[in-house]
């Protein structure tokens, strides 16, 4: 049990700084590392941001800043129980 309360306050922290760092950054274009990585060997440009996207660039902060906090508690409320 010490293991799954560590592990979700682990999850938890890395969910609020990801969430924090995205929130920041929401208005700029960004890529993933895989879809960088073929880019670079079939030497393509990458696609154009479309709706879902942009959509995409502010729910997914948004939704890790809410299930950050919720782990942690989840995870202090195990070990302390």
């Given amino acids: ?16 700084w990801l969430g924090a760092s995205g929130w920041k ?4 274009e960004r890529i993933s590392l895989i879809e960088a990585a073929i880019l670079k060997l ?4 990458p696609l154009p941001v479309n709706q879902w996207d942009r959509a995409t660039a502010y729910l997914q902060p948004l939704l890790m800043l809410i299930f950050g906090p919720a782990m942690i508690c989840l995870g202090l409320i195990v070990l302390l129980v």
């Avoid at 049990?1 to 969910?15: A, E, R, T, V, Y």
């Fill in 1 to 16: 049990m010490i293991i799954k309360g560590i592990g979700l306050i682990g999850f938890g922290l890395l969910f609020v």
């Fill in 25 to 28: 950054h929401r208005h700029q």
């Fill in 42 to 45: 079939g030497r393509a440009e």
